[in-house]
């Protein structure tokens, strides 16, 4: 973030409060930089959703903060290229929740603990890391 920002080289953003744009955000803050005081003129708010910002991004050769799973699948790649990945503070965790059925009592409750129970199976977290777009591995299951 820091050689983006002294390069002056254009960044797309999200912009649109979702996990993604709070990580990035997070990582900006990390380098020491306010994004929101800070952003200058390379720094582009697209307001949208991740494959909007990835075409923006694509068309503009900028750089972007992409999920794994939208950025395998996203075929309009012009001439970008992973920069960084691996690294742990880019880790994005995914979780699965049984909604309150006490407050919704609408809920179905033990088709959604089946699911929950499924997803931290081993078949589920096998099934999970099978899943690929390409030959490329989407998702890494670590439920324990």
């Not at 002294?6 to 380098?31: N, P, Y």
């Not at 603990?113 to 999970?128: H, L, M, N, R, Y």
């Not at 899943?131 to 299951?141: N, R």
Request: proline content about 3%.
């Amino acid at each position: 973030m820091k050689k983006i920002k002294a390069a002056s080289a254009t960044f797309v953003s999200r912009g649109d409060r979702s996990g993604t744009h709070i990580a990035e955000v997070d990582l900006w803050k990390l380098a020491g930089i306010d994004i929101a005081t800070g952003r200058g003129p390379g720094y582009r708010d697209t307001g949208q959703g991740m494959g909007p910002a990835l075409n923006t991004a694509a068309a503009m050769n900028a750089y972007i903060l992409a999920d794994r799973g939208t950025w395998i699948s996203f075929k309009n790649r012009g001439e970008l290229a992973i920069a960084v990945e691996g690294d742990k503070r880019l880790f994005n965790q995914y979780g699965v929740m049984l909604v309150n059925s006490a407050k919704h009592p609408s809920v179905k409750k033990d088709l959604g603990q089946a699911f929950v129970d499924w997803v931290v199976s081993p078949e589920g977290q096998k099934t999970i890391a099978a899943y690929e777009i390409g030959g490329e591995q989407l998702f890494f299951p670590n439920a324990k």
